[in-house]
DNA sequence: GAAAATTATTTCAAGCTTAAAGTTTTACAA
DNA sequence: TTGTAAAACTTTAAGCTTGAAATAATTTTC
């Protein structure tokens, strides 16, 4: 996913946008997870995890949590089975239907987050430095109109 | 890195800039990998190396590859292992250092990855159907400037 | 030319990831 | 009811990923 087109042609923009797009983002994933893991001891995954539960005091289900992170449902299992060990994150019981549980941030995971949580939109400010204000807001928009578009097809 | 800014402030656009960003690709890579793993019993990582070495017939050494792919060294050693026991690459000793081999694709390996690239410029064209013509060459400048950008960073 | 540093790569442990199969609970329908 | 399907999760096997440690070969330095 990382190489150049291999063929000139109709698809071959898309391909080279495609290309760029990815390039881009796994440069600033590495950088992310390589100062979460320096600054705090944590991974990428497991600040995901948190950044959700953090918008929703009330908590959120494993299936919930799944379709907002985009990965699958065995893979937050094991993200969130970490957390409560560290004691960041509870799953309680409910009372209504026994096969779920809420996951929530704990007192001590909320204020962990949140510390982070801050020096990590420092990072991506400075990560993403180059691109100007008028950009930032153009590509943005772009995104958003090509995710709604997507989200419409399946 | 998918959830939203958990704040407003100035690095609030270029956060949310980064979560689209990040969203978007992730998406596509999830649905990429789906129909290689369906349709050709490959994954995108070996994808990826394939793609790397369709490019230069004469090879690459195992570190070409992981600083053209932007990822770890060990991780480029498990992928091709696996490559070279399905016979689609193979490791060349090099007599000038002995340290080093040539990772090369196999006659089957190309003819492998020209059927596959095929197919998958047309997954990308169709993936990316909703972004027009202007605004794929838009996107794809603002992305290559802030790729160099962060290339003279480190 | 021997010791020290560097380079290229592999190995390892831990964690992430998926798809598929399995478990438990709930909902529904005859 | 009572069985059948559906839903919410977990488990499992295989593979991907990283950073760090280990190996081996080359280069540099004295």
Redesign the interface.
């Known amino acids: 996913?990382?190489?150049?087109?291999?063929?000139t042609g109709?698809?071959?923009?898309?391909?080279?946008?495609?290309i760029?797009?990815?390039?881009?983002?796994?440069?600033?994933?590495?950088e992310?997870r390589e100062r979460l893991k320096k600054e705090f001891d944590t991974t990428?995954p497991r600040?995901?995890v948190m950044?959700?539960l953090?918008?929703v005091p009330e908590g959120m289900l494993m299936s919930d949590l799944s379709r907002?992170?985009?990965v699958s449902n065995g893979n937050v299992t094991g993200i969130v089975d970490r957390l409560v060990s560290e004691g960041l994150v509870t799953r309680a019981r409910r009372n209504g239907d026994r096969r779920t549980s809420m996951v929530r941030l704990t007192e001590e995971g909320a204020k962990s987050f949140?510390t982070i949580?801050?020096v990590h939109?420092?990072w991506?400010?400075e990560?993403?430095g180059?691109?100007s204000?008028d950009?930032?807001?153009?590509?943005?928009g772009?995104?958003?109109?090509?995710?709604s578009?997507?989200e419409g097809r399946e």
Do not use: C, H
């Open positions: 996913m990382v190489a150049g087109p291999t063929s109709p698809g071959k923009e898309r391909l080279r946008l495609w760029r797009l990815l390039r881009a983002s796994r440069t600033i994933e590495a992310l990428l600040f995901d950044a959700a953090y918008r907002f992170l985009l949140a949580a801050a939109e420092g991506v400010g990560l993403l180059g691109v204000d950009e930032a807001r153009q590509l943005a772009m995104l958003k109109s090509f995710r578009n997507w």
